[in-house]
T-cell receptor, first 115, second 108 residues
Framework: GAVVSQHPSWVICKSGTSVKIECRSL??????MFWYRQFPKQSLMLMAT?????????EQGVEKDKFLINHASLTLSTLTVTSAHPEDSSFYIC???????????FGQGTRLTVV | GIQVEQSPPDLILQEGANSTLRCNFS?????LQWFHQNPWGQLINLFY???GTKQNGRLSATTVATERYSLLYISSSQTTDSGVYFC??????????FGTGTRLQVFP
């Protein structure tokens, strides 16, 4: 149990375009989902927390208009990188928790390259 | 905010060796997890261990919450143990804050 699936695994896009990344909890209801960003050889940095049906809470320094997060159902959250630029290239990872679990489980990550 | 430091930052071992990874955190926590990030980036849950000791095969972990540290022990290491090991803590909220990581390389 506790499987989180992230799609796509990798994506290349042109500067100025938008990219959507999906995060799904396959076998549990994710009341809370989290989005992280990881640069090469660095740790994971929390970008935002989303609860189903409400607006995401962004960490300090994260542009909410650039990184749009939607948590429309108990099994799906999406991160849209709008007007992507090369500096947005990174590894994005989602995680999910349910109200009945204390552990967080992670998706396999999405490697975004903006050219 | 809470600071989470891991040591050593890098570790190189030969197959069969044992190792201890450390995670220090600057404030009390209500959740602590250990993860292994494989070379493809996937984070694999190893332990949920806010306090006490747990074992799973060749891996074991101990958290001493009162002294604000946790240890991950890897015995008889294998090449498949290579990757980055992270501890992550949660304090009063649902948010997991990740440590600085330990990069482990195991050679045959």
């Amino acid at each position: 149990g506790a499987v989180v699936s992230q799609h796509p695994s990798w994506v290349i896009c042109k500067s100025g375009t938008s990219v959507k990344i999906e995060c799904r909890s396959l076998d549990f209801q994710a009341t809370t989902m989290f989005w992280y960003r990881q640069f090469p050889k660095q740790s994971l940095m929390l970008m935002a927390t989303s609860n189903e049906g409400s607006k995401a809470t962004y960490e300090q320094g994260v542009e909410k208009d650039k990184f749009l997060i939607n948590h429309a159902s108990l099994t799906l959250s999406t991160l849209t990188v709008t007007s992507a630029h090369p500096e947005d290239s990174s590894f994005y990872i989602c995680s999910a928790k349910s109200a009945g679990r204390t552990e967080a489980f992670f998706g396999q990550g999405t490697r975004l390259t903006v050219v | 905010g809470i600071q989470v430091e891991q040591s050593p930052p890098d570790l190189i071992l030969q197959e069969g060796a044992n190792s201890t990874l450390r995670c220090n955190f600057s404030d009390s926590v209500n959740n602590l997890q250990w993860f292994h990030q494989n070379p493809w980036g996937q984070l694999i849950n190893l332990f949920y261990i806010p306090s006490g000791t747990k074992q799973n095969g060749r891996l074991s972990a101990t958290t001493v919450a009162t002294e604000r540290y946790s240890l991950l022990y890897i015995s008889s290491s294998q090449t498949t143990d290579s990757g980055v090991y992270f501890c992550a803590v949660e304090r009063g909220t649902d948010k997991l804050i990740f440590g600085t990581g330990t990069r482990l390389q195991v050679f045959p």
